[in-house]
């Protein structure tokens, strides 16, 4: 196969490719809808740059545009979204129609789930679980306690994990079957594919270890990772050996790739980011030894001197591949790219940030006459909405 190095130059793009809309801030798309502001006014825009006539989105107040957004703020599964009125919280659809009415002090939305919290009674706080529908599945009540931390944990639609008042333990509630485990479990990570991930004390060796149930709590692979294994994707999951070298085992807890490897990520449709060694210098040319592998270890692409652009979190939490199958990459001297998976087309920008694709764009930045300009690119790097602040 023929790779192609296109460099595209931002200035040049057709003018008639691009729309221009006029906000104080721009944020990530997130389920096809990206949060702007302007004014004392936060509301959303589609993908075409069409403002939506509603306001009062719930944002973090420590929120920094222009971060790689994650999509706990914004446009949630279904059209839903967590608004204010008057101070007070409740959950609105695409019309700007309460789907959940605004009583409550707080909502989170966590693996996709949203959590209400009445604190109106301190010594009787009511949370609730609704799920990507709003359909309630699980409420409960505690005394009020100091502790930051959220007292139920929505594992899948089946399984909940409730904390253990002044403790780190948890047990997990099972709602169909309404069976209970014993605190025994420290850690633990969303339904994927399937499986829950969950690290639990084990009697044999004393110690916490990680393995996965289903949602019916029936062990599939057993509690003897030391470290947490990473999600299950194309039925492969990264596992880190005692020498911290990377491999992936498959549901059968065998392993089918070999632990060779001094990073490595999840696969997305078969393809995964691993890395070989920390630099080589290869001609002249330094290496960063990360390659792009298939679901038998086979190596289908050379980085070379590129690396990932959103390696901020651990190996089992991410797979830095975006949706449509792209990688954001950039060089030692902070010039950006985007590969394209499919095609292994590699496309250089001059743009100065790239976060993650979201309904294929991505929020971008660069300069103009020295000063920052933002907008959003399609995956093939064109420039689709740009950003200007009206001046009056």
Known sequence: MKYQLLLIYLLTLSAFSQKKIYYDEIYDFNNGYAVVKKGDITTFIDTSGVELKIDDIKLDEYLTPYDDFTNIYGMQKNGYYVSYKKDELGIRNLKGEFIVEPKYSDIKVLNNYFILKDDT????????VLNSKCESIYKIHERYSNKKKTPIVPLSDNVIAVSKPKSSSYKLIFIDSKKETDYTYRDFRKQINGLIKLKKYTKTDGKYKWGFINENG????????????????NDLAV??????????INRNNNLVIEPKFIEAYGFINDKALVRI??????????????????????????LKNLRPNNLTMKYYKKTVIDQNNL??????????????????????TNYKQINRFDTGLSLIKYYSQYKPVYGYINKK????????????
């Open 121 to 128: 009674d301190l010594q009787n706080v009511f949370y609730e």
């Open 218 to 233: 029936e062990e599939i692979i057993d509690f003897i990772y030391t470290n947490p294994p990473g999600d299950f994707c």
């Open 239 to 248: 596992v880190k050996n005692l020498d911290k070298k990377y491999g992936y």
């Open 277 to 302: 060694y920390e630099k080589k210098v290869e001609s002249g040319i330094i290496n960063l030894g990360y390659r792009i592998i298939d679901t038998k270890g086979k190596i289908l692409y050379n």
């Open 327 to 348: 990688i954001r990459l950039k060089d030692m001297r902070a010039n950006y790219f985007v590969l394209d998976l499919e095609t292994f087309e590699l496309k250089k």
């Open 381 to 392: 790097g064109e420039l689709k909405l740009v950003n200007s602040k009206r001046e009056f």
